[in-house]
């Protein structure tokens, strides 16, 4: 009897264990979801940026990223706040290129002199002389601001391969400081002969300068005739010009 019940007691077991092997496994516990940004929180991490573009005065770089969140996230919360600032950023950007732009166009110097050093300032004029052989090879009349260690401040037009031609005068020159009206301002062609031509009140004409964009200068080259000479001052450095020691 006790034989028989251990004989059925291990049919059990093994018919228990066979249909354990055959059960299927568990399911697996689900995974937690992937955490990816949102279009709302990858628009406000751009935007924070775009503030500090905006805050170190980067224009350029402030429009770019503006505009790409208005275009990549147009219904985000970050782009209706972008969308407040962005066309003046778009407009200081503009303000800041053509400041560089200006300001390329002055050229400075400093060359030893017997006695100190003489500083210079230049910009040529917007326009050529008619006269060069190709535009290649095409001249502009030289707008000049120096300091010279013994004659003190000057200012002058120059011409390197062209003369002035004063045989009806070039005693006064017609000047305009942006849009203010034209004014005479008395020039003098050096003795030396010289293919420059000096404005005489050069404390005058550098207060205006420094405070105009552009300044525009009538005068007559010969083999050119009359003309008018436009000059874009507004990137002028003071600093880099000293004033002439007392």
């Not at 092997?21 to 924070?48: H, I, L």
């Not at 503030?51 to 782009?79: C, F, H, T």
């Not at 004659?151 to 020159?173: E, I, P, Q």
């Amino acid at each position: 009897m006790n034989l028989h019940r251990i004989a059925c007691a291990a049919v059990a077991s093994i018919f228990v264990a066979a249909c354990s092997s055959n059960a299927p496994p568990p399911a697996a516990a689900p995974k937690p979801a992937a955490t990816a940004p949102t279009g709302e929180a990858a628009a406000a991490k751009e935007q924070a940026l775009y503030e500090q573009m905006r805050a170190s005065q980067s224009w350029d770089l402030a429009v770019s990223l503006g505009e790409e969140i208005v275009n990549k996230y147009p219904a985000s919360a970050a782009a209706t706040q972008v969308k407040q600032t962005l066309d003046e950023a778009r407009a200081k950007a503009t303000a800041q290129r053509e400041s560089r732009r200006v300001a390329k166009l002055w050229s400075y110097a400093a060359v030893l002199e017997a006695g100190g050093t003489q500083y210079t300032a230049a910009v040529e004029s917007k326009a050529p002389l008619k006269s060069a052989a190709s535009a290649k090879d095409a001249e502009r009349i030289r707008l000049v601001l120096r300091v010279h260690p013994k004659w003190g401040r000057s200012v002058y037009l120059l011409l390197d391969n062209a003369k002035f031609d004063c045989s009806k005068g070039c005693a006064t020159l017609p000047v305009r400081f942006d849009d203010a009206p034209v004014q005479r301002m008395k020039a003098t062609i050096p003795p030396t002969g010289e293919p420059a031509l000096f404005i005489d009140d050069d404390k005058g004409f550098i207060a205006k300068l420094v405070k105009a964009k552009a300044v525009a200068i009538d005068a007559t080259i010969k083999g050119e005739g009359p003309k008018t000479f436009v000059f874009e001052v507004g990137g002028y450095d003071a600093t880099k010009l000293l004033a002439p020691k007392k």
